[in-house]
């Protein structure tokens, strides 16, 4: 083989695993830099992702929150099943693969160094109104023991805003019963005839 081509080769498909791409964000941080709250209301002492609290990050997901109890968090809202570090490492790669896509943003405890919060943004791409950008919130989960403390409202609320931030033309996401006052809180409605698919619109 080439030598070039065997470096490229290489480069591009041996598995980094050192503390530098551990903490490589999902996606470009300064995004959630350049999110604009100024009409955001429901917040109470003005918690943005600037400013979510003491000893608190709002950033996107890294390799290393395996080892921060990201999946462990994830399972207090659904089963997750049993995944490994590699396995884990896999999917985050795909993601990343597939930029403008995947937005896993987390809340991060940096005092305990574990993550506390997590929501994500999925974009899909649309032929309609002229080849718009639909934006769909999943997984949205917050550590028990960290309730009360607005960080529901403050991960939802970074990722709608992430959403208008990243061009999404809409933000929708289904929700149980129980949940439909929160989110009308944050400023999302029903859908006419089916009204736990909520939206908000850009």
């Known amino acids: 083989m080439n030598p070039k081509v065997s470096q490229y080769f290489i480069k591009k498909y041996k598995p980094s695993v050192g503390p530098e791409d551990a903490e490589a964000p999902l996606y470009d941080p300064g ?9 955001v209301t429901h917040m109470k ?8 609290g003491g000893g608190l990050r709002v950033r996107p997901l890294c390799k290393a929150d395996y080892d921060r109890g990201f999946l462990q968090l994830l399972s207090q809202l659904t089963k997750v099943g049993d995944i490994s570090r590699e396995k884990f490492g896999e999917r985050f790669d795909a993601m990343k ?12 405890d940096t005092d305990q160094g574990k993550i506390v919060g ?5 974009c899909e791409l649309k032929f309609i109104r002229g080849c718009a950008k639909r934006g769909r ?3 949205v989960v917050v550590n028990n023991e960290y309730r009360g403390k607005q960080l529901g409202k403050l991960i939802v609320s970074t990722v709608t805003l992430l959403a208008s931030q990243v061009g999404c033309y ?4 289904d929700c149980k019963d129980e949940m439909k006052s929160f989110y009308n809180s944050i400023g999302y409605s029903s859908e006419k005839g089916n009204d ?4 908000i619109r850009f």
């Open 45 to 52: 002492g003005g918690v943005t992702n600037h400013a979510p």
């Open 31 to 39: 995004l959630l830099a350049k999110l604009d709250w100024s009409k």
């Open 97 to 108: 693969n597939c930029p403008g896509h995947y937005y896993v943003t987390v809340i991060e």
């Open 118 to 122: 997590s929501a994500t943004l999925a």
């Open 196 to 199: 736990n698919t909520m939206i």
């Open 170 to 173: 809409k933000m929708g996401l």
């Open 137 to 139: 919130l999943e997984d």
